[in-house]
């Protein structure tokens, strides 16, 4: 298996401006989780989808983060306006439930908001 | 909810020693534990789980983890460290309902 994919592995950007950080989950999962990795705050999980469906997203800091899983292979991770605070690792990561509950992780994007 | 803590922010041992990354958790139930490492730059990777059967679990790379109940404990320990350890190590728990929590990580240092 390709393992989960993120894009952009890099990404620089303006204070204000959109990000969309995108995933695709291993094929099958049925479970897909977005972290955010600060030095500060450590890993957070930001919200987590079951078969498409968000089921908690009490990590989200704020209104600028919204996240969309449109269909199993694919979902993304909007800031709307971007600010400094937000630079950070997000990652996605999925699972099967039935093997366990492993969480395969993305190598991550990284953002820097400038 | 569930919790994780590693009560050891940073670990320095030398090459050849014994290591025991320490993890306590809180969770109503029996939960699922993970020991994952992460690599500068990297994302994490799996190293063992536990969720039934035999509490000593074996992962890659020469680790081991014990799991106690008595003591929500999920100690992860390996006999002889490499230089190649060198990584952040972190803990987690997974409900039955599939969320996840992660411990703050522990930074494993290996002295020559």
């Known amino acids: ?114 | 909810a569930q919790s994780v803590t590693q009560p050891d922010i940073h670990i320095t041992v030398s090459e050849g020693a014994s290591l025991e990354l320490r993890c306590n958790y809180s969770y109503g139930a029996t939960p699922y534990l993970f020991w994952y490492v992460q690599s500068p730059g990297q994302g994490l990777q799996l190293l063992l789980k536990y969720f039934s059967g035999d509490t000593l679990v074996q992962g890659i790379k020469g680790f081991e983890a014990e799991f106690k109940r008595s003591q929500s404990s999920f100690n992860l320990r390996k006999p002889s460290v490499h230089w190649s350890d060198a990584a952040e190590y972190f803990c987690a728990v997974v409900t039955n309902a599939g969320k996840s929590t992660f411990g703050d990580g522990t930074t494993l240092t290996v002295k020559p």
């Not at chain 1, 099958?28 to 908690?56: K, S």
């Open chain 1, 1 to 114: 298996d390709a393992g989960v994919i993120q894009s952009p592995r890099h990404e620089v950007t303006e204070m204000g401006q959109e990000v969309t950080l995108r995933c695709k989950p291993i094929s099958g999962h049925d479970y897909l989780f977005w972290y955010r990795q600060t030095m500060m705050r450590g890993l957070e999980l930001l919200i987590y989808f079951n078969n498409n469906v968000p089921i908690d997203d009490s990590g989200m800091p704020e209104d600028r983060f919204s996240a969309k899983m449109p269909n199993a292979s694919f979902s993304t991770l909007k800031i709307q306006p971007s600010e400094p605070r937000d630079s950070a690792v997000y990652f996605c990561a999925s699972s099967l439930l039935i093997r366990g509950n492993t969480i395969y992780f993305g190598e991550g994007s990284w953002l820097t908001v400038v």
